[in-house]
Protein backbone atom coordinates (compact mmCIF):
# COMPACT_ATOMS: atom_id res chain seq x y z
CA UNK A 1 0.00 0.00 0.00
CA UNK A 2 2.89 2.00 1.17
CA UNK A 3 5.08 1.84 -2.33
CA UNK A 4 1.70 1.98 -4.28
CA UNK A 5 0.92 5.58 -2.87
CA UNK A 6 4.77 6.69 -3.34
CA UNK A 7 4.01 5.59 -6.83
CA UNK A 8 1.26 7.72 -7.42
CA UNK A 9 2.45 10.56 -5.48
CA UNK A 10 5.49 10.26 -8.22
CA UNK A 11 3.30 10.14 -10.68
CA UNK A 12 1.70 13.35 -9.81
CA UNK A 13 4.66 15.03 -9.44
CA UNK A 14 5.91 14.46 -12.63
CA UNK A 15 2.77 15.97 -14.60
CA UNK A 16 2.84 18.88 -12.36
CA UNK A 17 6.36 19.35 -13.89
CA UNK A 18 5.50 18.71 -17.25
CA UNK A 19 2.03 21.53 -17.09
CA UNK A 20 4.31 24.09 -15.65
CA UNK A 21 6.93 23.69 -18.25
CA UNK A 22 4.02 23.93 -20.64
CA UNK A 23 2.27 27.11 -19.51
CA UNK A 24 5.98 28.38 -19.18
CA UNK A 25 6.19 28.17 -22.63
CA UNK A 26 8.93 25.67 -22.45
CA UNK A 27 8.62 24.83 -26.47
CA UNK A 28 8.33 28.26 -27.44
CA UNK A 29 4.98 28.00 -28.62
CA UNK A 30 2.15 30.47 -28.34
CA UNK A 31 -1.16 30.07 -28.59
CA UNK A 32 -2.86 30.27 -32.02
CA UNK A 33 -4.84 33.72 -30.31
CA UNK A 34 -1.90 35.35 -28.10
CA UNK A 35 -0.72 38.52 -29.65
CA UNK A 36 -3.40 38.93 -32.60
CA UNK A 37 -4.63 42.63 -32.38
CA UNK A 38 -8.69 42.86 -31.79
CA UNK A 39 -10.79 45.78 -31.03
CA UNK A 40 -12.53 49.09 -32.30
CA UNK A 41 -11.09 52.60 -32.86
CA UNK A 42 -13.28 55.41 -33.34
CA UNK A 43 -11.87 58.11 -35.14
CA UNK A 44 -13.87 61.57 -35.54
CA UNK A 45 -12.91 64.87 -36.76
CA UNK A 46 -11.27 66.63 -39.93
CA UNK A 47 -13.04 65.75 -43.66
CA UNK A 48 -9.96 67.19 -44.71
CA UNK A 49 -8.38 63.88 -43.61
CA UNK A 50 -11.49 61.99 -43.88
CA UNK A 51 -10.93 60.12 -47.43
CA UNK A 52 -7.52 58.92 -46.25
CA UNK A 53 -8.51 57.87 -42.96
CA UNK A 54 -11.61 56.00 -44.51
CA UNK A 55 -9.15 54.27 -47.09
CA UNK A 56 -6.69 53.56 -44.60
CA UNK A 57 -8.92 51.84 -42.28
CA UNK A 58 -10.64 49.32 -45.33
CA UNK A 59 -7.28 48.32 -45.64
CA UNK A 60 -6.32 47.78 -42.28
CA UNK A 61 -9.12 46.13 -41.11
CA UNK A 62 -8.40 43.69 -43.61
CA UNK A 63 -5.19 43.15 -42.79
CA UNK A 64 -6.69 42.67 -39.33
CA UNK A 65 -9.94 41.40 -39.87
CA UNK A 66 -10.68 41.07 -35.53
CA UNK A 67 -10.10 45.32 -35.38
CA UNK A 68 -13.39 47.65 -36.52
CA UNK A 69 -12.21 51.05 -37.60
CA UNK A 70 -15.03 53.63 -37.95
CA UNK A 71 -14.09 57.00 -39.36
CA UNK A 72 -16.18 59.85 -39.38
CA UNK A 73 -16.16 63.55 -39.73
CA UNK A 74 -18.01 66.48 -38.02
CA UNK A 75 -14.76 68.93 -38.32
CA UNK A 76 -11.71 69.16 -36.46
CA UNK A 77 -13.47 70.95 -33.41
CA UNK A 78 -15.64 68.57 -32.95
CA UNK A 79 -12.24 65.92 -33.89
CA UNK A 80 -11.04 67.51 -30.63
CA UNK A 81 -13.78 68.03 -28.50
CA UNK A 82 -14.89 64.54 -28.69
CA UNK A 83 -10.87 63.44 -28.17
CA UNK A 84 -10.51 65.55 -25.44
CA UNK A 85 -13.53 64.16 -23.69
CA UNK A 86 -12.83 60.60 -24.01
CA UNK A 87 -15.87 60.09 -26.47
CA UNK A 88 -13.71 59.26 -29.26
CA UNK A 89 -10.32 57.58 -29.40
CA UNK A 90 -8.86 59.53 -32.05
CA UNK A 91 -9.64 63.63 -32.53
CA UNK A 92 -8.61 64.32 -36.61
CA UNK A 93 -7.84 67.93 -36.46
CA UNK A 94 -6.50 69.99 -39.80
CA UNK A 95 -5.53 72.59 -36.65
CA UNK A 96 -2.84 72.12 -33.49
CA UNK A 97 -5.16 71.47 -30.45
CA UNK A 98 -3.27 74.13 -29.30
CA UNK A 99 -5.29 76.88 -31.77
CA UNK A 100 -8.87 75.34 -30.49
CA UNK A 101 -10.31 77.42 -27.22
CA UNK A 102 -11.40 75.15 -24.62
CA UNK A 103 -8.86 72.14 -25.57
CA UNK A 104 -6.52 72.02 -22.92
CA UNK A 105 -4.14 70.51 -25.75
CA UNK A 106 -1.31 69.20 -22.48
CA UNK A 107 -3.74 66.26 -22.41
CA UNK A 108 -3.35 65.25 -26.08
CA UNK A 109 -1.12 63.19 -27.95
CA UNK A 110 -0.05 64.29 -31.40
CA UNK A 111 0.55 62.11 -33.96
CA UNK A 112 0.99 63.99 -37.62
CA UNK A 113 0.05 62.11 -40.92
CA UNK A 114 0.47 64.53 -43.66
CA UNK A 115 0.01 67.72 -45.18
CA UNK A 116 -2.79 68.51 -47.35
CA UNK A 117 -3.04 72.04 -49.36
CA UNK A 118 -6.33 73.88 -49.46
CA UNK A 119 -7.29 75.98 -52.33
CA UNK A 120 -10.59 78.60 -53.56
CA UNK A 121 -12.49 76.50 -55.83
CA UNK A 122 -15.51 78.24 -58.53
CA UNK A 123 -18.19 77.24 -60.56
CA UNK A 124 -16.35 75.97 -63.92
CA UNK A 125 -18.42 78.05 -65.74
CA UNK A 126 -16.70 81.12 -64.54
CA UNK A 127 -13.43 82.54 -66.16
CA UNK A 128 -11.54 82.68 -63.05
CA UNK A 129 -8.43 80.86 -62.34
CA UNK A 130 -6.48 83.33 -60.18
CA UNK A 131 -7.53 86.22 -57.65
CA UNK A 132 -5.11 88.30 -55.32
CA UNK A 133 -5.26 87.82 -52.02
CA UNK A 134 -7.10 91.26 -52.02
CA UNK A 135 -9.63 90.31 -53.91
CA UNK A 136 -10.13 87.17 -52.33
CA UNK A 137 -10.43 89.07 -48.93
CA UNK A 138 -12.83 91.51 -50.71
CA UNK A 139 -15.39 88.60 -52.21
CA UNK A 140 -15.53 86.58 -48.64
CA UNK A 141 -15.72 89.53 -46.60
CA UNK A 142 -19.02 90.36 -48.98
CA UNK A 143 -17.00 93.59 -50.19
CA UNK A 144 -17.01 92.44 -53.86
CA UNK A 145 -20.55 90.97 -54.68
CA UNK A 146 -20.30 90.59 -58.42
CA UNK A 147 -17.43 88.96 -60.09
CA UNK A 148 -17.23 91.71 -62.65
CA UNK A 149 -15.00 93.85 -59.97
CA UNK A 150 -12.46 90.89 -60.02
CA UNK A 151 -12.39 90.63 -63.66
CA UNK A 152 -15.36 88.08 -64.48
CA UNK A 153 -18.86 88.25 -65.56
CA UNK A 154 -21.06 90.80 -64.64
CA UNK A 155 -22.86 87.99 -62.32
CA UNK A 156 -23.63 87.51 -58.46
CA UNK A 157 -21.01 85.98 -56.17
CA UNK A 158 -22.68 83.04 -54.18
CA UNK A 159 -20.18 82.54 -51.49
CA UNK A 160 -20.34 78.97 -49.43
CA UNK A 161 -18.57 78.65 -46.77
CA UNK A 162 -17.68 76.00 -43.81
CA UNK A 163 -19.02 76.13 -40.06
CA UNK A 164 -17.17 77.19 -36.96
CA UNK A 165 -15.36 73.96 -36.72
CA UNK A 166 -13.90 73.27 -39.62
CA UNK A 167 -10.39 73.10 -39.56
CA UNK A 168 -10.17 73.55 -43.46
CA UNK A 169 -12.36 77.07 -42.06
CA UNK A 170 -9.12 77.97 -39.97
CA UNK A 171 -6.93 77.54 -42.17
CA UNK A 172 -7.90 79.30 -45.09
CA UNK A 173 -9.50 82.13 -42.91
CA UNK A 174 -5.68 81.79 -41.60
CA UNK A 175 -3.56 81.97 -44.76
CA UNK A 176 -5.43 82.59 -47.82
CA UNK A 177 -7.60 85.58 -45.67
CA UNK A 178 -4.96 86.76 -43.57
CA UNK A 179 -7.72 86.57 -40.66
CA UNK A 180 -10.16 88.42 -42.01
CA UNK A 181 -13.84 87.78 -41.17
CA UNK A 182 -15.93 86.07 -43.90
CA UNK A 183 -19.36 87.76 -44.51
CA UNK A 184 -22.29 85.24 -44.20
CA UNK A 185 -23.13 83.30 -46.82
CA UNK A 186 -24.19 79.44 -47.69
CA UNK A 187 -22.51 77.04 -44.81
CA UNK A 188 -22.52 73.33 -45.37
CA UNK A 189 -20.25 70.68 -43.46
CA UNK A 190 -19.03 68.41 -45.35
CA UNK A 191 -16.44 69.07 -48.24
CA UNK A 192 -18.30 66.73 -50.61
CA UNK A 193 -21.33 68.63 -50.23
CA UNK A 194 -19.79 72.19 -50.86
CA UNK A 195 -17.89 70.68 -53.33
CA UNK A 196 -21.07 69.62 -55.38
CA UNK A 197 -23.01 72.90 -54.06
CA UNK A 198 -20.28 75.07 -56.15
CA UNK A 199 -20.56 72.78 -59.24
CA UNK A 200 -24.44 73.38 -59.33
CA UNK A 201 -24.27 76.99 -58.43
CA UNK A 202 -23.78 79.66 -61.25
CA UNK A 203 -21.43 82.58 -59.68
CA UNK A 204 -20.16 79.96 -56.96
CA UNK A 205 -16.69 80.08 -55.14
CA UNK A 206 -15.79 78.16 -51.92
CA UNK A 207 -12.45 76.46 -51.02
CA UNK A 208 -11.69 72.89 -50.03
CA UNK A 209 -9.02 70.72 -49.28
CA UNK A 210 -7.13 68.95 -52.30
CA UNK A 211 -8.25 66.02 -51.79
CA UNK A 212 -11.85 66.73 -52.71
CA UNK A 213 -10.45 68.30 -55.81
CA UNK A 214 -11.78 67.18 -59.06
CA UNK A 215 -12.46 68.25 -62.60
CA UNK A 216 -16.14 69.54 -61.10
CA UNK A 217 -15.18 72.25 -60.00
CA UNK A 218 -12.46 75.10 -60.99
CA UNK A 219 -9.17 75.27 -58.51
CA UNK A 220 -8.06 79.48 -58.30
CA UNK A 221 -4.75 80.16 -57.87
CA UNK A 222 -3.80 82.95 -55.39
CA UNK A 223 -1.43 85.50 -56.32
CA UNK A 224 -0.87 83.46 -59.54
CA UNK A 225 0.59 80.75 -57.39
CA UNK A 226 -0.76 77.64 -58.00
CA UNK A 227 -1.87 75.27 -55.47
CA UNK A 228 0.57 72.34 -56.03
CA UNK A 229 2.56 70.06 -54.36
CA UNK A 230 5.84 71.76 -55.27
CA UNK A 231 4.85 75.24 -54.79
CA UNK A 232 3.32 74.51 -50.80
CA UNK A 233 6.37 71.88 -50.09
CA UNK A 234 8.64 74.46 -50.67
CA UNK A 235 6.75 77.19 -49.13
CA UNK A 236 5.35 79.10 -52.23
CA UNK A 237 2.31 78.56 -51.65
CA UNK A 238 1.29 79.60 -47.75
CA UNK A 239 -2.81 77.78 -47.67
CA UNK A 240 -1.75 74.22 -46.20
CA UNK A 241 -2.34 72.42 -42.67
CA UNK A 242 -0.92 69.49 -40.93
CA UNK A 243 -3.10 66.72 -40.97
CA UNK A 244 -2.95 65.70 -36.80
CA UNK A 245 -4.64 62.38 -35.00
CA UNK A 246 -4.75 63.51 -31.80
CA UNK A 247 -4.89 60.63 -28.80
CA UNK A 248 -5.67 61.20 -24.88
CA UNK A 249 -2.96 59.99 -23.50
CA UNK A 250 -1.21 56.92 -24.99
CA UNK A 251 -3.48 54.73 -27.00
CA UNK A 252 -3.98 51.51 -26.57
CA UNK A 253 -3.00 48.27 -28.56
CA UNK A 254 -5.22 48.48 -31.70
CA UNK A 255 -4.87 52.30 -31.74
CA UNK A 256 -1.65 52.63 -31.18
CA UNK A 257 -1.23 49.85 -34.42
CA UNK A 258 -3.81 51.65 -36.60
CA UNK A 259 -1.81 55.14 -36.04
CA UNK A 260 1.09 53.49 -36.97
CA UNK A 261 -0.22 52.09 -40.15
CA UNK A 262 -1.27 55.24 -41.11
CA UNK A 263 2.34 57.31 -40.30
CA UNK A 264 4.57 54.52 -41.22
CA UNK A 265 3.04 52.20 -43.83
CA UNK A 266 4.08 51.98 -47.58
CA UNK A 267 0.44 51.54 -48.62
CA UNK A 268 -0.63 54.73 -46.96
CA UNK A 269 2.76 57.08 -47.41
CA UNK A 270 3.30 56.08 -50.87
CA UNK A 271 -0.02 55.11 -52.14
CA UNK A 272 -2.77 56.43 -50.12
CA UNK A 273 -1.05 59.67 -49.83
CA UNK A 274 -0.35 60.80 -53.11
CA UNK A 275 -3.83 59.14 -54.53
CA UNK A 276 -5.97 61.49 -52.67
CA UNK A 277 -4.01 64.45 -53.12
CA UNK A 278 -2.04 64.86 -49.78
CA UNK A 279 1.64 65.28 -48.90
CA UNK A 280 3.96 63.41 -46.92
CA UNK A 281 5.51 64.98 -44.17
CA UNK A 282 8.78 63.86 -45.34
CA UNK A 283 8.74 65.70 -48.70
CA UNK A 284 8.29 68.83 -47.19
CA UNK A 285 11.09 71.52 -47.26
CA UNK A 286 9.65 73.82 -44.52
CA UNK A 287 8.24 73.21 -41.18
CA UNK A 288 5.60 75.78 -39.48
CA UNK A 289 4.79 75.96 -36.07
CA UNK A 290 1.48 76.74 -33.94
CA UNK A 291 1.56 79.97 -34.22
CA UNK A 292 2.55 80.44 -38.21
CA UNK A 293 6.12 80.66 -38.03
CA UNK A 294 8.07 79.21 -41.01
CA UNK A 295 11.85 77.77 -40.90
CA UNK A 296 13.50 76.09 -43.39
CA UNK A 297 14.35 71.75 -42.58
Known amino acids: MHNNLKGVGIAVLCLAVLLALAGCGGTGAKPAAEGKLSGSVTAVGSTALQPLAEQAATQFMAKNPDVKVVVQGGGSGTGLTQVAQGAAQIGNSDIFAEEKSGIDASQLVEHQICVVGMAAVVNPALNIDNLTR ?17 GGPDQKIVLVNRPKASGTRATFKKYA ?8 GIEE ?4 TVRKIVKDTPGAIGYLALSYLDSSVKVVSLDGVAPTKDNITSGKYPVWAYMHSYTKGKPDAAVEAFLNYLMTDDDVQKTIVSQFGYIPGTDMKITRDTTGNIKNK
Open 177 to 184: LGGAEEAS
Open 189 to 192: DASG
Open 134 to 150: QQLVDIFTGKATNWQTV
